[in-house]
């Protein structure tokens, strides 16, 4: 049988060149977050199916790559009609993150302040900057209810970003924030039916790929009714440019905690006091999030020049309950790092080679002992100063071999030659 050579559908092999910009990228992260007090933890890849089907994912839950048992628990199971996956690669990072907080809080901070960085995996459509296999970067502050969470993670990712971006097309994003209790009380206030308000959720999260007419086309298709569907979707033209809380007024009706607003408006002001200047804080009532496990305030970081959302996250206040039988506040923030470096690199391609700071010492085929010797002391003595230094043979063609070295970032080729 023929072995094949491409990687499978949805899955990248990563070439030294981008490998390079992602460990950059991904060094930067870890510098900026770490300047915020995030600790780094890992979790394994694969998780228990029951933890992963427990209605927390919203749609990624039908997107999980299962994993079969095994052996004789693999045929007991073909046997009886029983599930035939005990376990599935994570779809995301903060579902394994709870169980490990779960698990450990008791030998941990608290608040605990984490970094995740690591691969996940969904069976969706792959298309640019969207793959089946992808990494993730999380920051999560578990144990601390208060605001304080929602800032500093706004705080950090918008730093994050500036730094990641500064001087390129991409520098200027705005942060939406929302909150699902609001959410919730003005879906209420049009008059959809408790029960159904997930659905809701997710028709409305399409309003930006179909517009007011599709999600009420979608709403009426799924059995609400339209009257509803009009009351809800005007809702979202109200004016927007003074307070969250002025915003809200209208729906104490509802049983809206007037709280709620007010915190958000908290949140507003105290990330824009600290932002750099590329990024927008604004109130977006139309944001969802799609996942089922948020309870509070919500956040998504969209890039000004392109249509598509690049962050997001929220409270989950009630997942790590699932895990330890006590409620624990909890939120979070993670990037979608794949589309970050999609965007690098296009940016990187557009732009003029120039030449890097690594060394190259080429050495003529048939150079003796002495000169060998000479030539890895020097690569040992510049190494020493900090450099990069790779020592290969010269090749006959070596324009076009100093060509693919400045490429990859030797601005400084050594040929060095046989007496």
Not at 10 to 39: H, Q, S
Not at 140 to 169: N, P, R, V, W, Y
Not at 342 to 354: E, F, P, S, V, Y
Request: charged fraction near 30%.
């Amino acid at each position: 049988m023929k072995l094949i050579k491409t990687p499978v559908k949805g899955m990248n092999d990563v070439l030294p060149r981008e490998e390079r910009l992602r460990g950059k990228a991904l060094a930067a992260i870890r510098e900026t977050y770490a300047a915020f007090g995030f600790d780094e933890v890992e979790t394994p890849a694969v998780e228990h199916i029951e933890n992963l089907t427990g209605k927390e994912g919203g749609e990624n839950e039908k997107l999980i790559f299962r994993v079969m048992k095994r052996g004789a628990e693999l045929q007991r199971a073909i046997e009886k009609g029983d599930e035939l996956a005990d376990s599935g690669l994570r779809y995301d990072l903060t579902l394994p993150l709870a169980r490990l907080y779960a698990a450990n809080k008791d030998s941990l901070p608290a608040p605990f302040k984490a970094l995740q960085m690591g691969p996940v995996w969904r069976a969706d459509r792959p298309q640019k900057g969207r793959f089946r296999q992808f990494t993730q970067c999380d920051i999560d502050i578990l144990g601390d209810a208060s605001c304080l969470a929602e800032i500093e993670l706004i705080s950090a990712t918008s730093l994050m970003l500036t730094k990641l971006f500064a001087g390129t097309e991409a520098e200027k994003f705005t942060v939406h924030v929302n909150d699902r209790r609001i959410l919730r009380a003005m879906a209420l206030y049009a008059g959809f039916p408790e029960e159904r308000l997930d659905l809701v959720f997710i028709l409305l999260d399409k309003l930006d790929k179909v517009g007011k007419e599709g999600v009420k086309e979608e709403m009426v298709r799924e059995g609400f009714d339209g009257a509803a569907a009009d009351k809800y979707l005007a809702l979202f033209d109200r004016e927007r440019s003074g307070s969250v809380a002025d915003f809200c007024a209208f729906l104490s009706e509802s049983g809206l905690d007037g709280a709620i607003p007010e915190t958000l408006d908290t949140i507003l002001a105290c990330v824009k006091a600290a932002a750099p200047a590329t990024a927008t804080f604004v109130f977006d009532p139309t944001l969802v999030r799609g996942m089922g496990y948020y309870t509070g305030p919500i956040f998504e970081v969209t890039l000004d020049a392109y249509s598509f959302s690049i962050a997001g996250g929220g409270r989950y206040d009630k997942m790590i309950g699932r895990f330890a039988g006590q409620d624990t506040p909890a939120c979070g923030f993670s990037i979608g790092f794949e589309r970050i470096i999609t965007i690098l690199g296009d940016m990187a391609q557009k732009q003029a080679a120039t030449p890097g700071d690594g060394v190259a010492l080429l050495v003529e085929a048939g150079a003796d002992g002495a000169l060998m010797r000479k030539v890895f002391a020097d690569a040992a003595a510049l190494r020493a100063q900090g450099k990069r230094v790779t020592v290969l043979p010269l090749k006959k063609n070596a324009k076009f071999q100093i060509d693919v070295l400045m490429e990859e970032g030797y601005g400084d080729v050594r040929r060095i030659y046989k007496d």
